[in-house]
């Protein structure tokens, strides 16, 4: 439930605030996708992609109360598969 007067916080903030704290092996280009994106791209469900985070599989990325993923690791897994 958002707080009165204050306002969500927009993706191109969250963008840099994630690029602030960027992990080893990511790239400055780099995009992030939420679960709802990622499943749509692997054409898996949402429960199959948490199911990936739990595996440690994927590296979530926690901005406010958003799960997000580095788009090229989930690339990854198309190639790897």
Request: charge should be positive; glycine fraction near 8%; avoid cysteine.
């Amino acid at each position: 439930m958002r707080q009165k007067g204050k306002k969500p916080m927009s993706v191109k903030f969250l963008d840099a605030k994630i690029s602030e704290h960027r992990p080893a092996g990511s790239y400055p280009g780099d995009k992030y996708i939420n679960v709802k994106e990622a499943a749509a791209l692997l054409r898996l469900s949402e429960i199959s992609i948490r199911r990936l985070l739990w595996k440690k599989k994927l590296t979530r990325y926690k901005a406010g109360g958003r799960t997000l993923l580095r788009q090229s690791q989930v690339m990854g897994l198309i190639h790897e598969a």
